[in-house]
């Protein structure tokens, strides 16, 4: 650099790189795009469809509006959705997955492949103790083979049913292999499993477990999930259980919640090279619908500014409540 003189402000002027909206919009990295986007969706077996607390242009669907929902989705470029069903009947074992598989079956019908359709899997919406698996004689402990047994024939009823992706959310030990191996059994190998491999026990899931009618019951020897899901301060095990889900032939991992576990994102796709969810969880949602509604924050900005954020952090897919507004809320 010898005789060339330099600007005082050389290599320190960063607000150059941010004064015009053209520089601004060519040096951005991160661009949450629409075909990014997983929708949940509810469905009861009930007349007439229902809000669900906290969450905003959600709703516990009937088999009806299921339908008139997803039509509206896809005219808002929205066509990956993930499916909780809310079984009419609560059972302990022996569960019957009659009208989860009816919902399937009349999606798949309506839009064929217009749709990418994961379903969950799990059993906490089915149980009368709201526990993801099965318990023990006195309700202390959920037994872990019999869980899996049971799930694996969930998601082997889903996958028949027309599911394109099962998503297990159980938290079990070794669902990820005994799924693959039922649907595998029963020339379903086209059907993915989305797992959510880091799922920790979050008291992010309020407006969910509303809305799935599945929080552990009052009288529940075991009050909470902490048996089963990962605690807050334990990368290394939502680590381990990654890749041991894709050792176990999982498609496509999950961190699950999506902002206070950006750094076990960012961890986690770097360290397994397989497709990453990240699902922005109902009590986030409601978070930021609160803040909009109180007038102290926007929910299409804060969202923006966490999706980017996920983005950012390595996921390529967003799991949202918001998922039906990314088109007008990114344009
Ligand atoms: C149940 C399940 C939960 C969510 C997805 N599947 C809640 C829980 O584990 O209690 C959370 C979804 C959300 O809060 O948006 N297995
Ligand atoms: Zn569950």
């Not at 905003?56 to 009806?64: K, Q």
């Not at 149980?127 to 969930?154: F, K």
């Not at 075991?222 to 048996?227: E, F, G, K, M, V």
Request: glycine share 8%.
């Amino acid at each position: 650099m010898g005789g060339v003189d330099r600007s005082p402000d050389h290599g320190l002027n960063r607000r150059r790189g941010r004064l015009h909206r053209g520089i601004r919009e060519l040096t951005q990295r991160i661009y949450p795009a629409v075909p990014q986007f997983i929708q949940p969706l509810f469905v009861t077996d009930a007349d007439a469809r229902e809000a669900i607390p906290g969450l905003t242009d959600v709703w516990r669907d009937t088999p009806a509006t299921l339908i008139t929902q997803v039509r509206a989705d896809l005219e808002q470029g929205i066509s990956k959705f993930l499916l909780f069903d809310i079984p009419p009947d609560k059972h302990d074992q022996d569960f019957d997955h009659d009208f989860a598989c009816e919902q399937i079956r009349a999606l798949k019908q309506a839009f064929g492949d217009d749709i990418w359709l994961a379903v969950d899997v799990c059993l906490c919406s089915s149980t009368t103790h709201g526990h993801c698996g099965i318990l023990n004689e006195d309700g202390s402990a959920v037994l872990n083979e019999p869980s899996v047994r049971a799930l694996a024939d969930a998601a082997l009823s889903f996958a028949a049913a027309g599911a394109d992706c099962v998503a297990p959310s159980d938290m079990m030990d070794g669902r990820v292999a005994a799924i693959r191996a039922a649907l595998d059994a029963d020339g379903l190998e086209s059907v993915a499993i989305m797992s959510y491999s880091a799922k920790f026990h979050s008291g992010f899931y309020g407006p969910f477990r509303l809305a799935a009618d599945s929080a552990p019951a009052e009288a529940a020897a075991l009050q909470d999930r902490a048996t089963y899901q990962i605690d807050p301060a334990r990368s290394d095990d939502a680590l381990q259980c990654s890749l041991r889900d894709a050792g176990e032939g999982a498609d496509i991992l999950m961190v699950k919640p999506g902002m206070p576990y950006l750094d076990v994102l960012a961890k986690l796709s770097d360290a397994i090279p397989l497709p990453w969810a990240v699902y922005q969880t109902s009590g986030e949602a409601a978070g930021f619908n609160l803040l909009d509604q109180h007038g102290i924050g926007n929910r299409a900005r804060l969202n923006r500014e966490a999706w980017t954020a996920f983005l950012r952090a390595g996921a390529s897919m967003i799991i949202s409540y918001d998922a039906r507004h990314a088109r007008t809320w990114l344009s």
